[in-house]
């Protein structure tokens, strides 16, 4: 059986191939993929070839927030379902302590295996988490990104009481926000360089601003999202934030090293908490908004496999006012 995959050829190239579906293991479910974002981390290897110093070699495989149709497999066949991307192998250090996200042994879909920019991908039953009918493919594949939210928030021990600024309005800074929200924080503040994304986030929960000292008052950020990976934003993060703060740093930098002012940090004592991806928490997010469809207004833009090049081209250059881009089946 044959199977459209699309691979990064070159920087700023993607093509599509045509490869022969090897037979199913053990465990191992064939599954039609009906959606799939276009990440942040996938446009760092679009434009830049690698992350940081590290550049990867090519073709390579493409693809981590999907969602689709069961075809064949150890799971029930028609079954509509979430994809859990990494793979952790179980016995490892990490994974025995419950840091599956930092198994060294494991596999993350378009990164060590096959991605699902894709017709059809074949991963591990214990990666599926069945959706209801009420929920599209769409906001499925957003489990993933609101994921990585989740893991952020639980890492830095969110409240209800913290102040909270997002820096960065892309899918992971909202999806940030639509937890918050869910959580009752009643103060979230996004920045972000693009007015129409901070309308976005004003319209669906944020307090968009461009500083959010005129709305905290004396009362500083007490927990921080840096969503966007940059010098700048690490550095707007530091000094919005108060005493005793806590900074999630999700963004990914396009370099090695970034640079901030330590002593802010220092002087007000905050915990800066690297996040890496997310660390089972596919099922808690289906939970989370089985009953609410609210983060795929996020979705601006559509494109069929055999157009992703356009579809990457029109999120590399923020053009159109897109926020998510999805790759549909």
Known sequence: MKNKIAKLVEVGKIEIFEEELPKLKEDEVLVKIKSCGICGSDLHYFKHGGLGSFKESMPMYMGHES??????????????????PGKSCVTSEWSIKG???????????????????ADFVIVDKRQLVEIPDTMSFNMAALLEPLGVALHSIKLINLNIFDNVVII?????????????????????????????????????????????AGFLG?????????????????NKCIVWAGVGSRLALIGIPTQDYVEYNPHKARTKEMILQNVRRSNITLLDCLRLFIDSNEPESMVTHEFELDDIQKGFELVSNRQDEVIKCMVIG
């Open 67 to 84: 969602a689709g149709i069961v075809v064949d497999g150890d799971f029930k066949i028609d079954s509509r379902v979430a994809i859990e």
């Open 99 to 117: 840091k599956h996200n930092l198994c060294n042994e494991g596999t993350f879909m378009g990164a060590n295996t096959h991605g699902a920019f």
């Open 168 to 212: 960065g309005a892309g899918a992971i800074g909202l999806s940030v926000m639509y937890i918050c929200k869910l959580m009752g924080c009643e103060k979230i503040y996004i920045d972000d360089h693009h007015d129409y994304r901070l309308d976005f986030a004003k319209k669906h929960g944020g307090l968009s601003t461009h500083s959010p």
């Open 218 to 234: 004396k009362k500083a950020a007490s927990a921080v999202f840096d969503c966007a990976g940059n010098n700048d934003s690490i």
